[in-house]
């Protein structure tokens, strides 16, 4: 699960990363790492039937966005995401599926910060 900078275009077959937009995207795998231009941060691990979730936080400076693990609030988050961003899931075996349960705009961020946050910069490496 991640999300991308508006100008991405995702073709069928392709991983989101591919065609030149493996630094336009933010990929949150269910290993726990949390990859954009390098792979050093990690968050909780996900497994089959839980709940994951991206919030985006385009009202604050920086824009933000959060990852939640059946809700919830992982540790590591993206700080100046662009001002436009796609959102995209993407399965690694045919057989897997996923479903959309909610799709949202919220008046407030529900993200509240968690013991030993960090947030990481889009467009850096992060170490």
């Known amino acids: 699960i ?11 077959g392709k991983g989101p990363w591919d065609d030149g937009n493996d630094q336009k995207t933010v990929k949150y795998y269910s290993d726990g790492k949390l990859v954009h231009l390098t792979y050093s941060k990690v968050n909780q691990k996900y497994y089959d039937g839980q709940r994951i979730a991206v919030e985006v936080d385009m009202t604050t400076v920086p824009r933000k966005a959060t990852f939640f693990v059946d809700d ?49 910069q889009w467009g850096k490496e992060w170490e």
């Open 2 to 12: 991640g999300i991308a900078d508006a100008s991405c275009s995702f073709a069928a």
């Open 72 to 120: 919830i609030e992982q540790p590591n988050f993206v700080i100046d995401i662009p001002e436009a961003v796609r959102f995209w899931v993407y399965t690694f075996d045919k057989s897997s599926s996923f479903t959309v349960i909610k799709f949202e705009r919220l008046i407030k961020s529900t993200s509240q910060g968690v013991y030993g946050s960090k947030g990481l």
